[in-house]
């Protein structure tokens, strides 16, 4: 086994661990902003390492060049999907779950 599949493999290690983890979160966490968070930040973690190791595997010509303009989507999109739906729950008057909601009087 070379460098390069090394690489490939820790890559794709590193981005199972993250999807794992972000999926979780959608299945434990209590409310829409926790899991909001939990999947996007996860799930940005986790495609990025995948795409990340299909850019490793192929090169930087067809298939990798594909795999880097993913993960510039990726970074643009999923911020922005993530923003749009705590936005959305919160218009909706979704409440916090727990005391973090009560902001401190001044």
Same mark, same amino acid.
């Given at each position: 086994?070379?460098?390069?599949?090394?690489?490939?493999?820790?890559?794709?290690?590193?981005?199972?661990?993250?999807?794992?983890?972000?999926?979780?979160?959608?299945?434990?966490? *209590?409310?829409?902003?926790?899991?909001? #968070?939990?999947?996007?930040?996860?799930?940005?973690?986790?495609?990025?390492?995948?795409?990340?190791?299909?850019?490793?595997?192929?090169? *930087?010509?067809?298939?990798?060049?594909?795999?880097?303009?993913?993960?510039?989507?990726?970074?643009?999109?999923?911020?922005?999907?993530? #923003?749009?739906?705590?936005?959305?729950?919160?218009?909706?008057?979704?409440?916090?779950?727990?005391?973090?909601?009560?902001?401190?009087?001044?």
């Amino acid at each position: 086994m070379n460098l390069q599949d090394t690489i490939v493999v820790a890559l794709i290690v590193v981005g199972s661990f993250f999807l794992t983890v972000g999926t979780v979160g959608l299945l434990r966490l *209590p409310d829409v902003y926790n899991r909001m #968070h939990a999947t996007s930040k996860a799930a940005t973690l986790g495609a990025a390492s995948l795409f990340l190791a299909g850019f490793v595997y192929y090169g *930087p010509s067809g298939a990798g060049l594909t795999s880097l303009v993913g993960i510039v989507f990726l970074f643009l999109t999923a911020p922005t999907g993530a #923003h749009m739906i705590s936005r959305s729950a919160n218009r909706m008057g979704i409440e916090f779950y727990g005391d973090e909601a009560e902001w401190p009087e001044e």
